[in-house]
C-alpha cells in the first residue's frame, strides 16, 4: 500500500519561507505527473503547480514568480518551495503523485495527509 508522506509545514511571517517535501512510502514502479493543491478554510481545493516526468512545469496565477516545484525522479519526491509568502497562502497543501506499482498496473492519483502553512505576523 503506497502512501505519500508530507513534511516541511509550519508558521512564517510574511514575507518568509518554506519548503515542503513529499515522498511515498512503499514499493513504486514509477510515477508521471507530480503536483501540489491547497486548500483553505471554507474555499474548495485548488492547483498550486504541477511538474511532469521530464520536468515541465505549470503554477498557478497567484503563486508564480514566488513558488517553485521540483523533482527527485529517483526518490520518487516532489518539493514545493515557498518564497514571498503571503497570509493569504495560509492554507492546509496536498501533494499528489500520479503512481505506478508495478509494470502491468494502471497508474492512480495518491494524496498527501495534508501539511498546515500559516503565514501571519
Known amino acids: 500500500q503506497v502512501q505519500l508522506v508530507e513534511s516541511g509545514g509550519g508558521l512564517v511571517q510574511p514575507g518568509g519561507s518554506l519548503r515542503l517535501s513529499c515522498a511515498p512510502s512503499?514499493?513504486?514502479?514509477?510515477?508521471?505527473?507530480m503536483a501540489w493543491y491547497r486548500q483553505a478554510p471554507g474555499k474548495q481545493r485548488e492547483l498550486v503547480a504541477t511538474?511532469?516526468?521530464?520536468?515541465?512545469?505549470s503554477y498557478a496565477d497567484s503563486v508564480k514568480g514566488r513558488f517553485t516545484i521540483s523533482r527527485d525522479n529517483a526518490k520518487n519526491t516532489v518539493y514545493l518551495q515557498l518564497n514571498s509568502l503571503k497570509p493569504e497562502d495560509t492554507a492546509s497543501y496536498y501533494c499528489?503523485?500520479?503512481?505506478?506499482?508495478?509494470?502491468?498496473?494502471?497508474?492512480?492519483?495518491?494524496w498527501g495527509q495534508g501539511t498546515q502553512v500559516t503565514v501571519s505576523s
Open positions: 499528489n503523485q500520479n503512481i505506478r506499482t508495478g509494470w502491468d498496473t494502471p497508474p492512480l492519483d495518491y
Open positions: 512503499g514499493s513504486i514502479f514509477s510515477t508521471n505527473i
Open positions: 511538474i511532469t516526468r521530464d520536468g515541465s512545469t
